[in-house]
Nanobody, 123 residues
Framework: VQLQASGGGLVQAGDSLRLSCAAS????????MGWFRQAPGKEREFVAS????????YVADSVKGRFAISRDNAKNTVYLQMNSLKPEDTAVYYC?????????????????WGQGTQVTVSS
């Protein structure tokens, strides 16, 4: 399974971005998907996860109320809508896929990783 993340960029504080992650698999709907991020000098951290159907989602407290994860199984794509961006959201954002059908927050349970897309938020 290959994952291709896109949609990052340079924005100002308060702006919005939508990240996309396209998966190259015919069984996309059997995977739970997640978004993680890694800022310079920091460990990779969980951002959001969604179960196989899209009916169950979970976002980290640090982005709750601002970010939302969704998926379109017909398009083999998972999205991360990011609103009210803050400078502390600056990081490389990675999408990941897990064989679990239930949503997963543990980095170690994700087997497939995209290449990352840079999000930079200026103040």
């Amino acid at each position: 399974v290959q994952l291709q993340a896109s949609g990052g960029g340079l924005v100002q504080a308060g702006d919005s971005l939508r990240l996309s992650c396209a998966a190259s698999t015919l069984t996309f709907s059997s995977y739970s998907m997640g978004w993680f991020r890694q800022a310079p000098g920091k460990e990779r951290e969980f951002v959001a996860s969604i179960n196989w159907s899209g009916g169950d989602t979970y976002v980290a407290d640090s982005v709750k109320g601002r970010f939302a994860i969704s998926r379109d199984n017909a398009k083999n794509t998972v999205y991360l809508q990011m609103n009210s961006l803050k400078p502390e959201d600056t990081a490389v954002y990675y999408c990941a896929g897990s064989h679990s059908r239930a949503l997963v927050t543990d980095t170690r349970r994700y087997r497939y990783w995209g290449q990352g897309t840079q999000v930079t938020v200026s103040s």
